[in-house]
């Protein structure tokens, strides 16, 4: 099984590679913004799947996903986003698009919808389409503080030390001290790792 992940975050897309790689049976290739992706998609072997991020270079919204999907007489394209709101998702699916990965999805959700997605179905979460929220209490999450959880999800989504104390409206020394704290609960060396552990537990 061949996927294109194309991605603008380092980390988000590094972290897919390794979860999707360890698999066995799924060899990847990656891209940082829709040119390179297209030129891939051109050129090399046919993808089973390409995974494309809603807000990277070149999508220009959903132009990007409609363009990718006429690409040597048809691909199976999917969009990879955190921030992308229903309606959007809605129009995507309709535009042909072979289903919606939001990035906060567990590592195993994640590998399940790319199989699901490749073999010709077409995915979207059922919760995140029926926006319906649960609050569930998690082992891994009750060990950090509100703070850390929101530096862990940035994490998660690729985000810059610099991105998330913007989003947090804190100083960029301050998300370090939190990484700090955070790596030595997590048992985590780096951020891949602190990522890799989020989404292996399911957290994010």
């Known amino acids: 099984m061949r996927v294109l992940i194309a991605d603008d975050h380092d980390l988000l897309r590094d972290t897919l590679v390794l979860f ?8 990847t290739s990656t891209a940082a913004d829709l040119p390179s992706a297209c030129d891939l998609i051109e050129k090399e072997a046919p993808f089973d799947l390409v995974m494309l991020d809603l807000n990277m270079p070149g999508m220009n919204g959903l132009e990007g996903l409609k363009h990718a999907l006429t690409l040597k007489g048809g691909q199976r ?3 990879l986003s955190g921030e992308a709101t229903r309606e959007i998702v809605e129009q995507a699916l309709e535009a042909g698009a072979a289903g ?3 990035k906060t999805l567990s590592a195993k959700s994640m590998v399940n919808a790319v199989k699901f997605m ?4 077409q995915y979207a979460p059922l919760d995140f389409m029926t926006a319906v929220e649960e609050e569930t209490s998690h082992p891994l999450a009750d060990k950090l503080t509100p703070r850390e959880l929101q530096m862990l999800k940035g994490l998660t989504e690729g985000k810059s030390n610099k991105e998330i104390a913007r989003d947090q409206e804190i100083s960029e020394p301050t998300v370090k001290l939190h990484m700090k704290t955070l790596y ?3 048992e985590a060396s780096n ?3 602190a990522a890799l552990i989020a989404r292996e537990a399911g957290l994010f």
């Open 100 to 102: 919606f990965v939001p």
């Open 20 to 27: 999707l790689n360890s698999q066995g049976n799924i060899e």
């Open 77 to 79: 394209v999917a969009l």
């Open 118 to 121: 490749a073999m010709g179905e």
């Open 191 to 193: 951020r891949t790792q």
């Open 184 to 186: 030595r609960k997590l």
